[in-house]
């Protein structure tokens, strides 16, 4: 307790953040000298190398049966050309199908049906980015009319965050011997270490304007770059 109250003397009122105070709970090692508890975060960037696209066609008829019918027909097409173009099985997946009744309103009168909607949408992986803008025109061509993103994000992480992790822990020990030289001390020992979880932050998918897709010479995709970013709580022995 002397020694705590030392540091807080020092250092003056320290308000330790949520990771770093719930990690004080699960320590049980003891700790001679003085406790320094630092919250650290490492990041790199990274070019995405994945590009999610929904896509689907929506079609309109005056019976059910022939607006699932047509639907069906176009989406087959769509995956015609998705495969035509080396998309793997793996990534294309059905996200939704849908069959909706179709009315006209008038004032003052029951509402009338008109017909119905039927919509099929995919969930398709893009692994060749600089191919993806030639495919979304093929699938334009071939009867899609709903498009949606590209999300783009990063297929396997670990390896950035690694070395994400590896800032983080070498941030935390330089902002520990900075604050032992503060109080002219020395860190002795690394008594904990609590990561809260790596993330890379994904963008929100854009729309895509279809009547400028169906027109455009060559859609593409500009794949950017992506921050990972690894938080820790660490724990530091002083002397």
């Given at each position: 307790m002397r020694n705590?109250?030392?540091?807080a003397l020092l250092l003056g009122a320290v308000v330790l953040p949520s990771a770093a105070a719930a990690q004080q709970s699960t320590i049980n090692q003891t700790i001679a000298g003085t406790r320094l508890d630092i919250s650290a975060t490492g990041e790199v960037t990274r070019v995405?190398?994945?590009?999610i696209v929904s896509?689907?066609?929506v079609t309109k008829a005056?019976?059910?049966r022939a607006a699932i019918q047509q639907a069906a027909a176009r989406m087959a097409r769509v995956r015609t050309a998705l495969k035509a173009a080396g998309v793997e099985d793996r990534d294309i997946q059905t996200s939704s199908l849908n069959l909706n009744p179709e009315y006209r309103y008038v004032n003052n009168q029951p509402p009338q049906l008109t017909g119905y909607s039927a919509s099929n949408q995919l969930t398709v992986r893009f692994r060749d980015l600089g191919n993806a803008g030639t495919i979304i025109d093929a699938l334009v061509a071939e009867g899609a009319n709903q498009i949606n993103g590209p999300t783009l994000t990063i297929d396997k992480p670990e390896a950035a965050l690694d070395e994400a992790r590896a800032r983080a822990v070498a941030t935390g020990r330089a902002r520990a011997d900075l604050y032992a030289r503060a109080m002219g001390?020395?860190?002795v020992r690394i008594v904990a270490i609590s990561e809260s979880g790596g993330s890379f932050p994904v963008p929100p998918p854009m729309p895509v304007m279809m009547e400028a897709r169906a027109q455009a010479a060559s859609s593409?995709?500009?794949p950017g770059e992506q921050k990972l970013q690894?938080?820790?709580a660490m724990t530091f022995e002083l002397q």
């Amino acid at each position: 307790m002397r020694n705590l109250t030392l540091a807080a003397l020092l250092l003056g009122a320290v308000v330790l953040p949520s990771a770093a105070a719930a990690q004080q709970s699960t320590i049980n090692q003891t700790i001679a000298g003085t406790r320094l508890d630092i919250s650290a975060t490492g990041e790199v960037t990274r070019v995405p190398d994945i590009a999610i696209v929904s896509t689907g066609v929506v079609t309109k008829a005056s019976t059910a049966r022939a607006a699932i019918q047509q639907a069906a027909a176009r989406m087959a097409r769509v995956r015609t050309a998705l495969k035509a173009a080396g998309v793997e099985d793996r990534d294309i997946q059905t996200s939704s199908l849908n069959l909706n009744p179709e009315y006209r309103y008038v004032n003052n009168q029951p509402p009338q049906l008109t017909g119905y909607s039927a919509s099929n949408q995919l969930t398709v992986r893009f692994r060749d980015l600089g191919n993806a803008g030639t495919i979304i025109d093929a699938l334009v061509a071939e009867g899609a009319n709903q498009i949606n993103g590209p999300t783009l994000t990063i297929d396997k992480p670990e390896a950035a965050l690694d070395e994400a992790r590896a800032r983080a822990v070498a941030t935390g020990r330089a902002r520990a011997d900075l604050y032992a030289r503060a109080m002219g001390l020395r860190v002795v020992r690394i008594v904990a270490i609590s990561e809260s979880g790596g993330s890379f932050p994904v963008p929100p998918p854009m729309p895509v304007m279809m009547e400028a897709r169906a027109q455009a010479a060559s859609s593409k995709i500009d794949p950017g770059e992506q921050k990972l970013q690894v938080n820790l709580a660490m724990t530091f022995e002083l002397q």
